[in-house]
């Protein structure tokens, strides 16, 4: 196994039309991820799940500046459950953009000899790009999903695949994916 998908932020807070900041883009390309996800697991992908959470009545800089949301021992927190874990799946806690930053997901993915990373989930001009940025700069190679990144609008989201495809990755569609592990690619 040397590929791992990366499923970013799929919290309620995001996905649940009564998450603290859903949109309804989220709610739109779950089913799309869940359909990766089994392709993935199908494959014997390793699974992490990057998850935003935000310390409960503690002082955080970014956090401040924005709605509160992901807050820790909500239920805002909570992966969306079209997406089921399962228990050899990792889920890492995050609280900036990218889920290398402050964690110990590349430590993970390096421990898996981990190489390929297929990325999905939310947002594509934040948290899926500042990922794939830093996936870049660690020497994997990232591919973005498009049917199952989203943000909320979709001349930002284009703008973000497009500058993730020439600079940092590839953005393959699910149709590509399945032939790239056809072909044994990934």
Request: glycine content about 4%; some cysteine.
């Amino acid at each position: 196994m040397k590929t791992a998908l990366l499923i970013v932020d799929m919290v309620r807070d995001f996905t649940d039309p009564n998450g603290l900041v859903f949109y309804p883009e989220n709610r739109k390309i779950l089913p799309e991820i869940k359909e990766v996800l089994e392709l993935c697991r199908s494959k014997n992908c390793l699974i992490v799940y990057l998850q935003h959470c935000n310390r409960a009545g503690k002082f955080d800089k970014k956090a401040a500046t924005m709605r509160p949301n992901c807050i820790e021992g909500t239920f805002g927190v909570e992966i969306d459950p079209m997406l089921e874990t399962k228990p050899e799946d990792y889920i890492i806690q995050k609280r900036r953009y990218s889920g290398f930053f402050g964690t110990d997901l590349d430590l993970v993915l390096r421990e898996n000899n981990i190489e390929n990373l297929i990325v999905v989930g939310t947002k594509t001009n934040c948290c899926i790009r500042a990922t794939v940025t830093d996936a870049f700069y660690y020497n994997y190679e990232p591919y973005v999903v498009r049917e199952c990144v989203a943000t909320n609008s979709e001349t930002v989201n284009e703008v973000h695949l497009s500058d993730i495809d020439k600079y940092l990755g590839h953005v393959v569609n699910k149709e590509e994916l399945k032939n790239m592990f056809l072909q044994g690619e990934l």
